[in-house]
């Protein structure tokens, strides 16, 4: 069993009612074994006294009339004298010869035997003494009996009571497990949403409009992020808009390699800073919204093309090893879909290859067909043996290679795939790194 149950809510409640219902079992069968014990002694004692007083009874001397005793009793029949001397009438063999007498009426318990001693004055004024006792071993085996009878019982009913105490524990626990249900179903894309929960005015309905609080607190923040995002990369769009025309004004100007060479890697960055902000109007897009998309045909053969021309420079400069192959199989690679979102995904996932790339690695580009669908993959070589699959793709995590990024482009590819009833597959093993996608076609 997990070492954390034992630290859990239930167990604790479990031990607790069981530790509580053991300490009350135990004084309450205490007391209840004292009473039956006491009865039962009492009982055998009064059976004592009046076996005892019959045999007495039927005894008489001058002349000696002795009433025998069952089996199982022993008897001393005696009187005393005038000089205050006990005189032995009759007496039974074994122990009691060895008891002495208390001279006066009560229970005998010595050396095994159980007993009692008994007087009555005879007719002519000599009184008559009797000592009747039994072996004490059926006494105390019958208590026996019933202390072992009381142990039995109490195991089991704290057996029992454990075991009803951890039910109760589940049952009880049933209102926060029904809040966590809820909670778990609640993520940002459903922030709108809020635990329900019964107005008991205890601690579950606490538990309950704190959550629903903290859930209101981060939809503020996730909306003022959002807003801010938004108006970041309006903002953005202007002057990125004439970086990128005065670069491209100067670089048709120059004539020297070096400046074309420095300029057109300004290009780049500024191409690659309006892709950020592109996806951010997009993230801004998704969260008010959801992705509205505008489809059309597309041919994704075009398409595929075009990012690859656009990307050219940074997989030669890299000396990256590239080819794109097309299925034979397919007469067209028209699709409907939203044409500018696409090329976003194949820019992102062509990006991200490039990035996991070492220099002088291989990209492969492949498009096929299978059951109605059509799937583009993206295969690029990597420096390690496989990459951690586990947070790719989690906008804002950081994945554990030192040139990963934010996963914000892997998650906008997911979401505007799945937007297509599309779906998105990665897979890295044998030193390669694949990402497919799969639309309807």
């Known amino acids: ?10 167990f604790r409640m479990t031990a607790l009612f069981s530790l509580i219902f053991m300490v009350i079992n135990l004084a309450f069968g205490r007391i209840i074994y004292q009473y039956f014990k006491n009865n039962y002694v009492e009982n055998y ?21 002795i009433a025998l005793p069952d089996s199982g009793e022993s008897i001393r029949v005696f009187y005393h004298n005038n000089e ?27 050396l095994g035997e159980y007993g009692v001693y008994l007087k009555k004055e005879d007719y002519d004024g000599r ?74 005015h205890d601690e579950l309905q606490q538990l309950a409009q704190t959550i629903n609080d903290m859930i209101g607190r981060i939809e503020q923040e996730q909306q003022a992020r959002n807003v801010f995002f938004a108006a970041a990369s309006h903002e953005l769009q202007t002057p990125l808009a004439n970086l990128r025309a005065e ?46 998309l505008r489809k059309s045909t ?3 053969s075009d398409q595929l093309l075009r990012v690859f021309s656009r990307n050219i420079r940074q997989i030669q400069s890299r000396n990256i090893k590239h080819h794109i192959q097309f299925s034979e199989q397919l007469n067209s690679f028209d699709c409907h879909v939203d044409g500018d979102k696409m090329e976003m995904v194949w820019q992102n996932l062509l990006q991200n290859a490039l990035k996991y790339s070492p220099a002088g690695g291989s990209l492969f580009c492949s498009v096929t067909t299978a059951e109605n669908r059509i799937t583009i993959s993206f295969e690029n070589s990597i420096s390690q043996d496989q990459i951690p699959l586990t947070g790719l793709g989690i906008p804002f995590k950081k994945g554990a290679t030192v040139t990963s990024g934010s996963g914000l482009g892997l998650w906008l590819c997911t979401i505007i795939v799945q937007a297509h009833q599309g779906e998105i597959q990665l897979e890295s093993k044998n030193h390669f790194f694949k990402v497919s996608v799969s639309l309807p076609h």
């Not at 069993?1 to 239930?10: H, P, T």
């Not at 004592?48 to 000696?64: A, C, F, V, W």
């Open 127 to 200: 009184p008559v003494e009797l000592l009747l006792t039994v072996s004490d071993a059926p006494l105390k085996h019958k208590l026996n009996q019933f202390s072992h009878l009381m142990i039995g019982i109490t195991a089991v009913s704290l057996v029992l009571s454990a075991l009803f105490a951890f039910l109760a524990s589940i049952w009880l626990m049933n209102p926060i497990r029904f809040i966590a249900r809820q909670a778990e179903g609640i993520n940002t894309d459903r922030l709108g949403e809020r635990i329900k929960y019964v107005k008991t």
């Open 298 to 300: 597309v041919d994704l």
């Open 84 to 110: 205050d001397q006990p005189v032995k009438v009759f007496q039974s063999p074994g122990t009691i010869s060895r008891l002495a007498v208390p001279y006066r009426t009560s229970l005998v318990d010595s």
């Open 1 to 10: 069993m997990n070492s954390y149950f034992y630290r859990g809510l239930r």
């Open 45 to 65: 004692n009064k059976y004592l006294y009046s076996r005892g007083q019959s045999i007495l009874d039927k005894t008489e001397i001058n002349p000696d009339i």
């Open 247 to 292: 670069t491209e004004l100067e670089l048709m100007g120059r004539t020297s390699k070096a400046d074309q060479e420095l300029l057109s890697s300004q290009l780049a960055e500024i191409s690659r800073l309006q892709a950020i902000v592109e996806q951010f109007l997009l993230i801004s897009e998704f969260n008010n919204s959801g992705i509205a």
